[in-house]
C-alpha cells in the first residue's frame, strides 16, 4: 500500500501561483481529510486480505492487522471444494440475463419517451418516476407469489425478472436524459433521408446514446451481482444459489473458519474486481453517470 | 416494423447519415411526426415493469386485507390487518428507526461524499490513485459487506478483539448494545455507499466550468469562498440526485440488517423491511406482512416526494443560469 503525500506542506493561504487554477492547487487539508478516509476503507480491506492467508489458529492468536508469519494458500484451495464455482457461474449467468434485458427495453422506451409525440408517453415516464419510489423489499411477496404461479420458482428465471424490473425505473430516467441531448438538426436529417422510426432509432439513437447505454449496463450489471433479497425469496436449492446467497449460507456454516469464509468473500469479489482491473474508465464514467447531469 | 438486432449498431455515429432514398415499402405519412416512434416503443418496458412491480403493488393492498399463511387462499377479513397495524408497537417503533436510519445515513454519507468528491475531482496523479483505491468497498455486493464487517467485529477473535484491550475494553461486543448495533448499520453502509455518491459528485464537480473558479480567483476569493459560492451552487442539481438516492435507498438496508445484527440486540435494528421479513416469511402471516410492506411504499413515496419538494427536483433548474 503506498500513498503519496497529499501536498507539500504549505500553508493554505500563501499567494496563489499564476499558473494552475484555484481548483488544481494542491490542499493539504483535504489531503490530510482523503488520508483519513484511506485508513478507514484501506484497514478493513487489508485484515480481509491477510485473514485469508492465515491458518485459522494464527488468525485466532494473531488476528489479521499483523502481517502473517506463515502464510497459507490453503484457505484458497479449501474453497473451490464449496460450490462457488456454481454460485460464481450462476451469478453470471443472472447477470447477463438482466443486462440484456435491461439494455433492449429501456433503449426501446427512452426513445419513445424522448421521441414520440403522443401524449401517451408522457404518462408512461410519470410511471417509471413514480416506479422509482417502489422499493422491491415491499412488493417481495406478491412477487413470490407470481413466480410460484408462473412455475418459475427456483430457477435462475425467477431471479432475473425481477431484478431486471426493478432496474428499468432508474435506466430509463438516465437514458431519456442523454438522449434528449441529441440535437434536433440530425433528426430532422435523418427523416428527410426518409428514415422510418426503426432506422432512426439503430444508425442515429443507438449510437450517440452509447455513454448512456453502456451507463445502464453498469448500473443492471451491479443491481444482478449484488442483489440479495430475490435470490433469498425466490431461489431455494444450491444448484439455482447465486453468490451473495452462497456467502450468506457460508457464514452458516464457517462459524469457526473465519479465515475460510472470508477467503469465500475475496473469491466472489474476483469477478467484479477483474472487471474493474480492465474498464475502469468505463465503469467509473458508467456509474458518474448515474447522477445525471 | 424493424427487427432489433443489437450487433447492428453503427461504427462511428457520422453527423448527418448518407442520404438513402430507396423507399423501404411502407407509405410514411408526410408532416412533422415522419420518423417518429409510436408509444408502442415504450411498451415492452412499461409491461415488463408493470408485471413485476405495480400488478404487486395492487396485490399488496388486496392481501393487506386478507389472512393468508400461504397455503390454499387468502381469506378476507377487512381492516383487521390494519387495526393491528396501528396498534402495534413493533411497527411503531420499526418506523421511527428505519427513519433515524435514513436521516443519520444522509447526514454521514453526504458531507463526506460531497467532499471528498470534490477533492477527487482535481486532476492530480496522487488523487487519481487513492480515488481507485477508495472505489473498492463498491465492488463489495452488501451480503459481502456485511460479513467482512461481522467478522471484524467479532469480540472473540478478531480485529476488535485484539483493539480492544489496547482502549481498555476488553471483550468489547458493538453488535450486542441496541445504540451501538445501530451506530454499526449507519457506519457499515456508509462505508459502502460513499463512494458510489463520491463518484456522481465527483462527475458533478468536473462539470463546473473552470472560467468560473477563473473568475473569481481574478476577484481574489480564497478556496473557502470559491467552495461556498461556486462548488455547492453548481453541485445543486448533483445533491438532490444524490440525496433521494441515497435516502430511498437506506429505507431498505434490508441485506445489511439481516446479515449483520438479525434486526438485533432485541429489536433495536429491527427497520420495516426487516419486520416485513420476519412477519412474512418466518411467521407465515402474508397478509399482516402485507400490511407493513405497503406501509413501506407509502413511508418511500412520501421521503422521496418530500426530498423533491424540498430540493426543487421536479423543476429541475440549469447550473447554467446567467452564463
Known sequence: MTTTSAAPAAPARTAPRRRRSLRDRPNPLAGLGALAWLLVVGVPLYALLVATFQQTEEYRTAGPLTVPADPTLDNYVGAFGSGLITFVWNTMLVTAGVVAIVVVLSVMAGYAIVRSRTWLTNGFFRVFLLGLAIPSQAVIIPVYLIIVQLDFYDSLL????????????????????SMRDISDELYEAMALDGAGAGRTFLRLVVPLSRS???????????QAWNGF?????????????????????????YRVDIPGLLTAVVLATVPLFLVYLVARRSLISGLMGVGGK | MSVLSPSRDGRRPTAVPSARTAPSGRARRAGPRVGRPGAWWALPALAFFAAFAILPMGLVVYLSFTEWGGLGDPRFIGTDNWTRLVGDPAMHRAVVLTLVLSVSSWAVQTPIALLLGVWAAGRQRNRAILSAVFFVPLLLSSAAVAIIWRALLDPNFGPLAQIGPLIGMPGLDLLSDGAAAFGVIVFVTAWQFIPLHMLLYQGG??????????????????????FWHITLPQLRNTITTSSVLMVVGSLTYFDTVLILTGGGPGTDTTIVPYLMYRV????????????????????ATAVSLVMVRLTGFGAMRSTREGM
Open chain 1, 158 to 177: 425467477a431471479v432475473v425478472l425481477p431484478t431486471a424490473a426493478f432496474a428499468l425505473p432508474v435506466c430509463v430516467l438516465i437514458l431519456t436524459g
Open chain 1, 212 to 222: 448512456g447505454i453502456s451507463t445502464i449496463a453498469v448500473y443492471a450489471a451491479l
Open chain 1, 229 to 253: 433479497l430475490f435470490p433469498l425469496i425466490l431461489t431455494q436449492s444450491a444448484g439455482t444459489r447465486v453468490i451473495t446467497l452462497g456467502l450468506y449460507e457460508f457464514q452458516g456454516q
Open chain 2, 205 to 226: 464537480a468536473r462539470q463546473i466550468p473552470a472560467s468560473l473558479y477563473q473568475a473569481a480567483e481574478i476577484d481574489g476569493a480564497g478556496r473557502l469562498r470559491a
Open chain 2, 280 to 299: 412474512g416469511f418466518e411467521s407465515y402471516q402474508y397478509g399482516y406482512a402485507s400490511a407493513i410492506a405497503f406501509t413501506l411504499v407509502v413511508v
